[in-house]
């Protein structure tokens, strides 16, 4: 594999795809036919949500949510880390973004999150924390692993485990934040598909589900497979396998509904990123967690090229805080270091990236 000329414009793909699937979808509401009614059809730009919006007033269009502040927060961690991923790291960074975005009183974090992370900075054990988390907040920040690992479905598998313990450690959990890394890992792979980004999600979700506390849920791997097969069948119009998707699947915090279903958007648009997005705007309920999960993958599939220069201006304008390029320069640094071929030029690069954000 010619890491060295494919994987920087496909980790920059997947990083601007997974922002461009947040802020997209935060104009969708709790159901579909809310959300079609209010936007009379599908969204097909980015749009600030309406000022009565339960979660997202007051957002510009293109602004990106909390959970690309994860990922943002979880990215710079591993680049300072020169690529090592320890549990520490990963708890000082939660902790970081929880009191970034004032976690005890948004709307977004879950019970259970806010809960272990309450846990977390009172010193409790981080193995143990995340053994009630099950929700999708470990699955939409895991992305960073999986761009590290162009490739190497498993080595993204055994950090994504380092990386959800912490609050997200039922096996539930575990298993979705698994099928991301996997899948983001494989689609970094030139002359990959979208069958074989499907095939090494599934393998992810069923060996993260041997590891964390036994929880309730479904099978995050079969779901998946079914998401994939209500998104493809041609026997129903793109809304009504939406549609389908929503009601049979479900798009809600729960990682065993979210992740399956960001795969069965993913499959329904065959992997572009912008019709991803608008995909996962129609489906509403947790859009945004779904969005950044399925734009992620398309973007890291497809690459950079795949999204259009006027949504990435807009994705900057409407976030000047980040800087998207710098940080895709980290990790692929990052993911040449790992990649056994070229591990002195990865280092070097990520070298002369870190002298520089110390000047």
Same mark, same amino acid.
């Given at each position: 594999?010619?890491?060295?000329?494919?994987?920087?414009?496909?980790?920059?793909?997947?990083?601007?795809?997974?922002?461009?699937?947040?802020?997209?979808?935060?104009?969708?509401?709790?159901?579909? &036919?809310?959300?079609?009614?209010?936007?009379?059809?599908?969204?097909?730009?980015?749009?600030?949500?309406?000022?009565?919006?339960?979660?997202?007033?007051?957002?510009?269009?293109?602004?990106?949510?909390?959970?690309?502040?994860?990922?943002?927060?979880?990215?710079?961690?591993?680049?300072?880390?020169?690529?090592?991923?320890? %549990?520490?790291?990963?708890?000082?960074?939660?902790?970081?973004?929880?009191?970034?975005?004032?976690?005890?009183?948004?709307?977004?974090?879950?019970?259970? #999150?806010?809960?272990?992370?309450?846990?977390?900075?009172?010193?409790?054990?981080?193995?143990?924390?995340?053994?009630?988390?099950?929700?999708?907040?470990?699955?939409?920040?895991?992305?960073?692993?999986?761009?590290?690992?162009?490739?190497?479905?498993?080595?993204?598998?055994?950090?994504?485990?380092?990386?959800?313990?912490?609050?997200?450690?039922?096996?539930?959990?575990? $298993?979705?934040?698994?099928?991301?890394?996997?899948?983001?890992?494989? @689609?970094?792979?030139?002359?990959?598909?979208?069958?074989?980004?499907? /095939?090494?999600?599934?393998?992810?979700?069923?060996?993260? %589900?041997?590891?964390?506390?036994?929880?309730?849920?479904?099978?995050?791997?079969?779901?998946?497979?079914?998401?994939?097969?209500?998104?493809? /069948?041609?026997?129903? $119009?793109?809304?009504?396998?939406?549609?389908?998707?929503?009601?049979?699947?479900? $798009?809600?915090?729960? @990682?065993?509904?979210?992740?399956?279903?960001?795969?069965?958007?993913?499959?329904?648009? /065959?992997?572009?990123?912008?019709?991803? @997005?608008?995909?996962? =705007? @129609?489906?509403?309920?947790?859009?945004? =967690?779904?969005?950044?999960?399925?734009?992620?993958?398309?973007?890291?599939?497809?690459?950079?090229?795949?999204?259009?220069?006027?949504?990435?201006? #807009?994705?900057?304008?409407?976030?000047?805080?980040?800087?998207?390029?710098?940080?895709?320069?980290?990790?692929?640094?990052?993911? %040449?270091?790992?990649?056994?071929?070229?591990?002195?030029?990865?280092?070097?690069?990520?070298?002369?990236?870190? /002298? &520089?954000?110390?000047?």
């Amino acid at each position: 594999m010619q890491i060295e000329t494919y994987a920087y414009p496909h980790i920059l793909g997947g990083l601007l795809g997974q922002a461009l699937g947040d802020a997209w979808t935060t104009p969708a509401l709790y159901r579909p &036919e809310q959300t079609w009614a209010q936007y009379d059809g599908w969204i097909e730009t980015l749009l600030a949500p309406p000022a009565d919006h339960p979660l997202w007033a007051g957002f510009k269009a293109g602004q990106v949510t909390d959970d690309i502040q994860q990922v943002v927060v979880l990215a710079q961690t591993i680049i300072a880390n020169r690529g090592r991923v320890t %549990l520490d790291a990963v708890v000082k960074a939660i902790v970081k973004w929880y009191d970034k975005i004032d976690g005890d009183h948004s709307p977004s974090v879950a019970a259970a #999150t806010r809960q272990a992370i309450e846990a977390l900075k009172a010193k409790a054990d981080p193995q143990l924390t995340g053994r009630q988390g099950d929700s999708n907040g470990s699955a939409v920040r895991v992305s960073p692993i999986g761009f590290i690992h162009p490739g190497d479905p498993e080595a993204a598998v055994e950090e994504a485990l380092i990386f959800c313990r912490p609050t997200h450690f039922t096996d539930v959990a575990a $298993s979705a934040t698994c099928a991301v890394a996997a899948a983001l890992a494989h @689609a970094l792979t030139p002359n990959t598909t979208l069958e074989s980004i499907v /095939d090494n999600a599934i393998w992810g979700a069923n060996e993260g %589900l041997t590891h964390g506390q036994p929880w309730y849920g479904p099978s995050v791997g079969r779901k998946i497979d079914f998401a994939v097969q209500l998104a493809t /069948d041609t026997n129903y $119009s793109e809304l009504e396998r939406v549609h389908n998707l929503y009601e049979l699947v479900g $798009s809600t915090p729960a @990682a065993a509904d979210s992740v399956p279903c960001a795969f069965g958007i993913l499959a329904l648009s /065959d992997g572009d990123p912008v019709r991803t @997005a608008i995909y996962a =705007a @129609a489906l509403s309920g947790d859009a945004v =967690a779904v969005g950044a999960i399925a734009c992620a993958i398309a973007g890291a599939w497809r690459g950079i090229d795949a999204i259009a220069v006027d949504y990435i201006d #807009t994705l900057r304008q409407a976030n000047p805080q980040y800087d998207f390029e710098e940080m895709a320069e980290g990790l692929y640094a990052v993911a %040449l270091s790992n990649h056994s071929a070229f591990p002195h030029v990865g280092t070097r690069l990520l070298e002369d990236i870190l /002298d &520089e954000s110390d000047e």
